[in-house]
């Protein structure tokens, strides 16, 4: 199977392991910025069901003049690439794209409720105050979720209870 390594982003190959391994197997799973999809494309390789894939598109603020310069002046330009390569990886199937803002704790909670028991939600950024704030709220304070996993200091991951 080819690896995404190859498309743009941030996620190294140690990760996408990880992320391989709590994708694998499930019906959903429901990812929070995703790119040019090089992490979906990864979870999507090895998931039985279909990812949901969010993402506004726009870039993250803090990055909008540095790594995600390109989503500034075109943000559908990204848009396309993230779907030409779920199509070019053949996944195109299993990714449900969802270009909506997202880290508000409404947000997360409509997110929620898509997942069956024993999917996972996960997302990158948890380093950004916005992601964090929300992250922790919903799964921490409200204690959604089963307890969260991060695979690097940025990438969380919350299973749901069974
Ligand atoms: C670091 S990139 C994701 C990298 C990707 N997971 C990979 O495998 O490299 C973070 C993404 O989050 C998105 N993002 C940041 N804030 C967002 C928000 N409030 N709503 C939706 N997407 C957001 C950005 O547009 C960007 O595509």
Redesign the pocket.
């Known amino acids: 199977m080819k690896s995404p390594i190859d ?5 190294d190959g140690r ?2 392991e990880h992320l391989q391994d709590f994708a694998r197997g499930k019906y959903r799973v429901l ?10 494309i ?1 979870m999507a390789q090895s998931i039985t069901g279909v990812i949901y894939a ?8 803090g ?1 909008r003049e540095t ?2 310069r390109e ?1 500034v002046s075109d ?1 559908l330009g ?1 848009y396309l690439d993230f779907l030409a390569n779920i199509k070019e990886y053949g996944v195109g199937d299993k990714v449900i794209p969802m270009m ?5 704790v409404q947000f997360y909670l409509r997110c929620w409720s898509l997942l069956k028991p024993a999917g996972v939600m996960c ?3 948890f380093g ?1 105050k ?2 964090k704030e929300a992250v922790v709220e919903f799964f921490i304070e409200r204690k959604h979720g089963q307890p969260m996993t991060f695979v690097d200091d ?2 969380w991951v919350v299973k749901k209870h069974n």
């Open positions: 498309i743009e982003g941030w996620t990760i996408l990812e929070i910025g995703v790119w040019k999809g090089r992490s979906t990864a969010i993402d506004h598109f726009l870039g993250s603020p990055e790594n995600h989503a943000p990204v909506v803002e997202s880290h508000k997302g990158d950024d950004w916005g992601v940025k990438m």
